[in-house]
């Protein structure tokens, strides 16, 4: 069974091409022709395609012959809709895929989403599910509404007749990080003892291994058309930072930026971040999540895909076992 995969390099890519390769199956990856690292596909059985998620024609010749897609490949960002590259890749690469699919007669498309598709900002003492509204309005980030209307892209596929079924994660991390995510960047400056404080806040964390397998599980248990939720536990910056300490033998920050001095200061980062270049990771739109509902529910997918992710310690310590496996600490 040939099965394609897009954004297959990322951090959940590279854990789910893994597990899909240990069930025995024939993987073909679309590689971006401008990914300047894609070593988490380094030594793995995998057909290599480059493509554009912009470019319906490269979907097609990816796609054909495959009898299941996993669409990951998106453009994740917290510094705003960057002159239009967010939402065209969002939404109009998530309609080009689904339209991809549909003319290659892709037998099951999984599409992945995001929690922050869903409004997580407003009725925090409303428990958040897959009947959350999606994210809209203004003041709304850029990648949030660009992932709530993504999905309306498969979903207009699927009326077409598309077998399509749509899985959010929360904030994921974990190993197999090779591009380091912002979240890694913060576990390598928390074991090297170079992030100098946090911010108060939190959210929910699940590890990239299970939203990989729970991806996997929808594939073949999901309901078409419908959406999952795969999440995991909540957990504020401090005690994340506080138990990360346990198994990297570093001590966790003193200082945590209280909410209101890290929003308020979190303009001007934004803007020394554009001048030089260097990646900001607390800026307006990521502080946004870091207040967002702290009852995220994934009970449906529980229910009826057998989600269950791991407990928060074990991944914590995994991802610090990895990247000193690799040399990174």
């Known amino acids: 069974m040939l099965t394609v995969v897009t954004g297959a390099t990322g951090h959940i890519g590279g854990n789910l091409v893994r597990m899909l390769l240990a069930e ?15 070593a988490a596909l380094d030594g793995l059985d995998v057909e290599r395609v480059c493509g554009d998620v912009r470019d319906l024609d490269s979907l097609k010749r990816a796609f054909s012959g495959a009898d299941v897609v996993y669409h990951l490949a998106s453009r994740i960002s917290i510094v705003g809709p960057e002159g239009g590259l967010v939402r065209a890749i969002n939404v109009g690469g998530a309609a080009n895929v689904a339209e991809a699919c549909l003319q290659c007669g892709v037998r099951r498309l999984v599409h992945f989403s995001s929690i922050h598709a869903r409004n997580i900002n407003t009725d925090l003492d409303r428990p958040v599910d897959e009947t959350r509204e999606r994210s809209s309005g203004r003041g709304t980030p850029a990648y949030d509404i660009s992932k709530g209307d993504g999905e309306l892209e498969i979903l207009k596929a699927v009326g077409r007749g598309l077998d399509a079924v749509i899985v959010c994660p929360t904030g994921v ?30 959210f929910d964390w699940v590890d990239a291994r299970d939203v990989a397998a729970g991806a996997i599980a ?29 198994v990297s033998g570093r001590p966790a920050p003193k200082f945590m930026c209280p909410m209101w001095l890290a929003r308020a200061v979190a303009p001007a980062a934004l803007l020394v971040s554009r001048i030089t270049g260097l990646p900001a990771l607390f800026t307006p739109e990521s502080l946004n999540a870091l207040r967002a509902n702290s ?8 229910r009826e895909l057998g989600f269950n992710p791991r407990p928060l310690d074990e991944f914590l310590k995994d991802i610090h076992d990895w990247f000193k496996e690799v040399g990174m600490i």
């Open 24 to 38: 025995g199956r024939q993987v073909r990856c679309l590689v971006w022709e401008h990914d300047d690292n894609t």
């Open 173 to 202: 991390i974990g190993p197999l990080d090779w591009k380091k995510s912002r979240m890694g960047t913060v576990f390598l400056g928390l074991a090297t003892g170079k992030l100098p404080g946090g911010v108060h806040g939190g």
């Open 218 to 246: 929808a594939e073949t248990r999901g309901r078409t058309g419908e959406l999952y939720l795969l999440g995991g536990h909540y957990t504020t910056f401090k005690e994340l930072a506080s138990r990360f300490e346990k």
């Open 295 to 302: 009852d995220i529910r994934h009970d449906k997918a529980a």
